[in-house]
């Protein structure tokens, strides 16, 4: 009997260690094959210095500090349009606004963006992604071009920008003709929103998206949280009124950061860091015309232009797995990108109609990278103005005209812009970030081949002419 145990043992010992193996390896190709949940933080005309670190604002921005210094900082992260519904479908569509035709910003009740375009929700439902928005919409007033409609689970907040209401400091009678309304999935919860409501919407935005990861589990999921704020008017709860000692402008950008950490807190708390790709930005630059109320950009003029002072925002992406914590990236790529990146990763169908590429060995800094894309176009309302190369390296501008500030507002109360005119002009932005140079002169090949781009996308998405 004991022989006969002697014999036994080793061959039980080998059959055990094969199944512990198999069962590791089965571990880990369902880690590896895991789809990543997706976390796209939108906030609404802050400036590209208005967070540590991307600048030195004179209030706290600990969070934001913290989730670069967990994933990478995009320093040529780019819109094509900077204003609020043409960027917005831009990044959820990964269409060009001349494709789109979502042009400015759309007002109450607008139809908006043809249901004909799929958004990044819709794209992710069929691969078994869970989805929701809680913010600012902004892309539809209408039964069939509201999230619920366009492919979100679950959402909430407004349907549009938060000073299109009855108390505008310039246009009241205009924006008051249809109440601003606050929505949860498909129904109107507050029907009239004032200014007693307008303090909780950092708030109410933050508790949604926290109380959906946490209902999540091992679904893969998608979450967009297209903040109201910093648009004008803003707004901060009592919980941050004061906090920041640099005015009402300070505390509202206080409470976002402190909503970013809710978010990144939740994802910690539920086991979902590692598995989710988190990104931070901006939908353009800041609106410079509200002084006191607005934010900053090192770069030329701002939110309104095609300038890199409108087009250019601050970008955060955390992804433990492949972005290298404490990483600082000049790739240049677009919000156009961002659904075929996100497909890719999802091992989703690209709707019909994409002109974004998938950036991801960008993003990851994998060597050789290059930008598959040629070009960006950049354009104004439905005027085409021009475009930059994928490398970042050129800027093409046609000539046109653009606001410029004459003299800024206070305490809510707008300033004063002025009509400017740029001639045809190409940049370096590698060497002149700024844009202060025209070198056309000094580069006629390089103007020549970015003047035929711009020909070709001005033939193929504004009928031969720039609007």
Known sequence: MISFLRLLLPRTILIFSFFVLLWAFSANAAEVDRKPNFVVIFLDDAGWGDFEPFGSPNYKTPNVDRLAREGCRFNNFYVPQAICSASRAALLTGCYPGRTKMFGAHAPRERGLDPSFGTIAEM???????????????????????????????????????????????????????????????????????????????????????????????????????HSMPHVPIFCSDKFKGKSGAGLYGDVMMELDWSVGEIMKALDSNGLSEDTILVFTSDNGPWIAYGDRAGVTPFREAKGTSFDGGIRSACVIKYPPQIKAGSLSSNTFCSLDILPTFAALAGASLPNEVDGKNVWDLLVDRKGARNPNTYY??????????????????????????????????AGIP???????????????????????????????????????ARFHADRFYGGKKK
């Open 124 to 226: 992710l439902k069929p691969a078994g992604y869970r989805t929701a928005l809680f913010g600012k919409w902004h892309l539809g007033d209408q039964a069939d071009t509201r999230p619920p409609a366009r492919g979100f689970d679950e959402s909430c907040g407004l349907m549009y920008s938060n000073d299109m209401w009855e108390f505008h400091p310039e246009s009241p009678e205009f924006w008051g003709k249809y109440p601003l309304q606050y929505w949860e999935n498909n129904k109107v919860t507050i029907e009239r929103v004032t200014k007693d409501h307008q303090p909780h919407l950092t708030t109410w935005y933050t508790e949604h998206a926290v109380d959906f990861i946490e209902r999540q589990g091992d679904n893969p999921f998608f979450l967009y949280v297209p």
């Open 377 to 410: 176009p950049f354009s104004n309302g439905n005027e085409f103005q021009g475009l930059i190369t994928g490398d970042g390296r050129w800027k093409l501008h046609l000539p046109h005209r653009y606001r410029t500030l004459a003299s800024p507002g206070k």
């Open 415 to 453: 300033g004063k812009y002025s009509q400017s005119t740029i001639e045809l002009s190409l940049f370096d932005m590698e060497n002149d970030p700024n844009e202060t140079t025209n070198v056309i002169e000094e580069n006629p090949s390089i103007a020549a081949r970015l003047q035929a781009l």
